[in-house]
């Protein structure tokens, strides 16, 4: 180790400490003033369980129910994952051990209310910044734990769309534990579902949720990619290489490949998909070979009318977007960042295998490859 | 950075391999050591042929083909080493390459381009005052016996063109993955005929160029065409690369499973 790391090493150990005695004080004025949450809100309440991504809990895509409390419990969970298939280690840092985290799904007027915990065995304290909800940092502000600890954050969920949450410890630590892994999406979907432009409903047969993440791996002298003990022994190099603004990895789903081959995602040809796509820190241009987005809310807020019959579309980093597809030709399809050196050399490649009978009349090979023909 | 110092500017990388000159032979000698041979009888193969087929405007897999090899094979063991390889790049006979450390006598050398190969194979006829050149593909699957393994194409409905393709991502991703890491030489075992590593973790560089025939409903080949800027690379299934590839990544509009790493071996050619 240089003594540039060890500094830097140090500085990240100490940030931590002063953090810890903060939060205490914030936590010893709070903890006197809470009303139970029993007392507080009459309304039914509902506790899901999460689901990992690509994937996403059951949920009604309309509903005739009044509104409720839906229930969450995530844990931030630190731990060395690989990120490529050259076995790359990343000191990730997660939520629900997931990357990205899962999706949580509540309806317009519910209440949406996490339990977040912090296990003993991490290192570092973690905290939740909605960026659906109203006030408070997003929820940061009121649910920055220790190690050992937990917090319940309930909020309301006034806008429909799909939205990134995120850690967001303060200063240098937001960015470094977002890169790590980070983040996740909510999504709102309105009381009477998603429509299109003319107000008629649109319904999706399967949802996926692909998170995006830039992660940022030192390398050593010799330009291998290195490997650290702890999240804090990776604080210092990591920054130096984020500060480039260059990432190493542009991935879906936490890793290389996380979506491809055995994981590749499935469809059948008639089936409409919602793919949902999140990135918190970065922009992305999701693109699918071979097919379309139908419909698309790019900035993925549902009181917007979607756009059409797009080819690529943007999601701006620290936002999560949505496409409606409905498959309409068997194969392979691959769905990627139309950065195209950054889907193929770093990552952001994943598969939809859809199964179903050709159309010829949408495609066809009239000729198949031959010596070119003499001209006339 | 240090790793980056070994690698040649693109332009000349990619410039077409240095041939053998009279010039070099004169050089002082590289001592070398002649790589164990396998001799294998006269035999025949029966196997698909690479390359691309049509029958009647549809894709169907090879027909198979009968090879007779009357004079047997003579086909290096194991794969070139870094350390072989090593030295034709010190005589400048090879482009250089990124090695992971310093060159190793017993790891297969990877990351090389066809040209790269082709070069080597010229350079070392050359120090050896005898013909090796990189096999065919028909001598490749003679050699690897048992473990050869064409591109897997499954009997599908031909009439449908996203068929044989989904099987195809099947049967790709059907194998469990597999470590990047090159082993010392023999880490995969030995086939039936002796040889090494074959469809190990190193894919192998051939002399065949990629082709596309046409058959008619009768059978009869009715069209070819041939590009020598992609040739078959063998291994735990069989691919085509661009010659001047030396690294075939993952990911992106290819939706196969590409070689972990290219190396090759050379058979003698006379």
Same mark, same amino acid.
């Given at each position: 180790?240089?003594?540039? $790391?060890?500094? @830097?090493?140090?500085?990240?150990? %100490?940030? =931590?400490?002063r953090?810890?005695?903060?939060?205490?004080a914030?936590? +010893?004025?709070?903890?006197?003033?809470m009303?139970?949450?029993?007392?507080?809100l009459?309304i039914?309440?509902?506790?899901v369980?999460?689901?990992?991504?690509?994937?996403v809990?059951?949920?009604?895509?309309a509903t005739?129910?009044?509104p409720?409390?839906?229930a969450?419990?995530?844990?931030t969970?630190?731990?060395?994952?690989?990120?490529?298939?050259?076995?790359?280690?990343?000191?990730?840092m997660?939520?629900?051990?997931?990357?990205?985290g899962?999706?949580?799904?509540v309806h317009?007027?519910d209440?949406?209310?996490l339990?977040?915990?912090?296990?003993?065995?991490?290192t570092?304290?973690?905290?939740?910044?909605?960026?659906?909800? $109203?006030?408070? @940092?997003?929820?940061g502000e009121l %649910?920055? =734990?220790?190690?050992g600890?937990?917090?319940?954050?309930?909020?309301? +969920?006034?806008?429909?769309g799909?939205?990134v949450?995120?850690?967001a410890?303060?200063?240098l630590?937001?960015?470094?534990?977002?890169?790590?892994?980070?983040?996740?999406?909510v999504?709102?979907?309105?009381r009477?579902?998603l429509?299109?432009?003319d107000?008629?409903?649109?319904?999706?047969?399967?949802?996926?949720?692909?998170?995006?993440n830039?992660?940022y791996?030192p390398?050593?002298?010799k330009g291998?990619f290195k490997s650290?003990?702890?999240?804090?022994e990776?604080?210092?190099?990591?920054s130096?290489?984020?500060r480039t603004?260059?990432?190493?990895?542009?991935?879906?789903?936490?890793?290389?490949?996380?979506l491809t081959?055995?994981?590749?995602?499935?469809?059948?040809v008639?089936e %409409?998909?919602?793919?949902?796509h999140?990135?918190?820190?970065?922009?992305?241009?999701p693109?699918?070979?071979?097919?379309?987005?139908?419909?698309v809310?790019e900035?993925?807020k549902?009181?917007?009318?979607?756009?059409t019959d797009?080819?690529?579309?943007?999601i701006r980093?620290?936002?999560a977007?949505?496409?409606l597809?409905?498959f309409?030709?068997?194969?392979?399809?691959v769905?990627?960042?139309h950065?195209?050196?950054?889907?193929?050399?770093?990552?952001?490649?994943?598969?939809?295998?859809?199964?179903?009978k050709?159309?010829?009349?949408?495609?066809?090979?009239?000729?198949?490859?031959e010596p070119?023909?003499a001209?006339k | 950075m240090?790793?980056?110092?070994?690698r040649?500017?693109?332009?000349?990388?990619?410039?077409?391999?240095?041939?053998?000159?009279?010039a070099?032979?004169?050089?002082?000698?590289?001592?070398?050591?002649?790589?164990?041979?396998?001799a294998l009888?006269?035999?025949?193969?029966?196997?698909?042929?690479?390359?691309?087929?049509?029958r009647?405007?549809?894709?169907?897999?090879a027909?198979?083909?009968?090879?007779?090899?009357?004079?047997?094979?003579?086909i290096?063991?194991?794969?070139?080493?870094?350390?072989?390889?090593?030295?034709?790049?010190?005589?400048?006979?090879?482009?250089?390459?990124v090695?992971p450390?310093?060159a190793?006598?017993d790891?297969?050398?990877?990351?090389?381009?066809?040209?790269d190969?082709d070069?080597?194979a010229i350079?070392?006829s050359?120090?050896a005052?005898?013909?090796?050149?990189?096999?065919?593909d028909?001598e490749?699957a003679?050699?690897?016996?048992?473990r050869?393994?064409?591109?897997?194409w499954?009997a599908?409905?031909?009439?449908?063109?996203?068929?044989?393709?989904?099987?195809r991502y099947?049967?790709?991703?059907?194998?469990?993955?597999?470590?990047?890491?090159?082993?010392?030489?023999g880490?995969?075992?030995?086939?039936?005929?002796?040889?090494?590593?074959?469809?190990?973790?190193?894919?192998?560089?051939?002399?065949?160029?990629?082709?596309?025939?046409?058959?008619?409903?009768?059978g009869?080949?009715?069209?070819?065409?041939?590009?020598?800027g992609?040739r078959?690379?063998?291994?735990?299934?069989?691919?085509?690369?661009?010659?001047?590839?030396r690294d075939?990544?993952?990911?992106?509009c290819?939706?196969?499973?590409?070689?972990?790493?290219?190396?090759?071996r050379?058979?003698?050619?006379?």
């Amino acid at each position: 180790m240089t003594s540039s $790391t060890i500094a @830097l090493t140090v500085e990240a150990k %100490t940030i =931590i400490s002063r953090r810890t005695v903060i939060i205490g004080a914030a936590f +010893a004025a709070l903890v006197s003033s809470m009303p139970t949450l029993a007392d507080e809100l009459a309304i039914e309440r509902e506790q899901v369980e999460l689901v990992a991504p690509p994937f996403v809990h059951t949920h009604e895509q309309a509903t005739k129910q009044k509104p409720k409390i839906i229930a969450f419990r995530m844990e931030t969970q630190e731990k060395e994952i690989v990120i490529d298939e050259q076995g790359t280690k990343l000191r990730a840092m997660t939520f629900n051990g997931s990357i990205p985290g899962p999706m949580m799904v509540v309806h317009e007027g519910d209440y949406l209310e996490l339990t977040l915990v912090n296990p003993a065995t991490n290192t570092t304290p973690h905290n939740i910044d909605f960026h659906a909800a $109203t006030g408070g @940092l997003g929820g940061g502000e009121l %649910t920055l =734990i220790n190690p050992g600890e937990q917090v319940v954050l309930r909020w309301k +969920a006034t806008r429909p769309g799909v939205f990134v949450y995120h850690c967001a410890p303060g200063g240098l630590m937001t960015p470094w534990h977002v890169v790590s892994g980070m983040s996740g999406a909510v999504m709102v979907l309105p009381r009477d579902g998603l429509k299109d432009g003319d107000g008629r409903p649109l319904h999706y047969d399967r949802i996926y949720y692909i998170g995006e993440n830039d992660f940022y791996v030192p390398r050593d002298e010799k330009g291998k990619f290195k490997s650290y003990g702890s999240p804090a022994e990776s604080f210092g190099d990591t920054s130096d290489v984020t500060r480039t603004l260059i990432p190493t990895h542009v991935v879906f789903n936490g890793r290389a490949g996380a979506l491809t081959g055995k994981h590749a995602l499935t469809a059948k040809v008639g089936e %409409t998909v919602l793919i949902v796509h999140s990135q918190a820190n970065r922009d992305s241009r999701p693109h699918l070979i071979g097919g379309h987005g139908d419909y698309v809310w790019e900035t993925g807020k549902f009181s917007n009318r979607p756009e059409t019959d797009l080819e690529t579309w943007l999601i701006r980093g620290g936002s999560a977007g949505a496409a409606l597809y409905t498959f309409r030709q068997p194969g392979i399809y691959v769905y990627l960042t139309h950065n195209l050196i950054e889907a193929v050399q770093l990552g952001a490649t994943a598969h939809f295998k859809v199964e179903g009978k050709w159309d010829d009349d949408l495609m066809k090979q009239v000729r198949p490859p031959e010596p070119i023909a003499a001209s006339k | 950075m240090l790793f980056l110092k070994f690698r040649l500017p693109i332009a000349v990388a990619l410039a077409a391999p240095i041939t053998c000159s009279a010039a070099m032979l004169a050089l002082p000698t590289v001592k070398m050591i002649e790589p164990e041979l396998i001799a294998l009888k006269a035999g025949q193969v029966i196997y698909p042929p690479a390359g691309d087929f049509t029958r009647s405007g549809k894709p169907i897999s090879a027909p198979p083909k009968t090879v007779y090899f009357a004079r047997g094979l003579r086909i290096m063991k194991r794969q070139v080493t870094q350390a072989e390889y090593w030295k034709c790049v010190e005589d400048r006979g090879c482009p250089s390459a990124v090695l992971p450390g310093p060159a190793s006598a017993d790891k297969p050398m990877v990351g090389v381009s066809w040209r790269d190969a082709d070069a080597y194979a010229i350079w070392y006829s050359g120090k050896a005052g005898k013909r090796y050149r990189l096999p065919a593909d028909e001598e490749w699957a003679f050699a690897a016996g048992s473990r050869f393994r064409d591109e897997g194409w499954p009997a599908v409905d031909n009439t449908d063109p996203a068929q044989r393709w989904l099987a195809r991502y099947e049967s790709e991703f059907a194998d469990e993955p597999i470590d990047k890491t090159p082993r010392a030489v023999g880490g995969f075992g030995a086939n039936e005929n002796g040889l090494l590593d074959i469809a190990g973790n190193v894919w192998e560089w051939t002399d065949t160029c990629f082709i596309r025939i046409r058959i008619d409903d009768a059978g009869e080949q009715t069209a070819r065409t041939t590009n020598c800027g992609v040739r078959v690379v063998e291994g735990r299934h069989r691919t085509y690369m661009t010659d001047f590839i030396r690294d075939a990544l993952s990911g992106g509009c290819a939706v196969g499973k590409p070689p972990a790493n290219l190396g090759f071996r050379l058979v003698r050619g006379d």
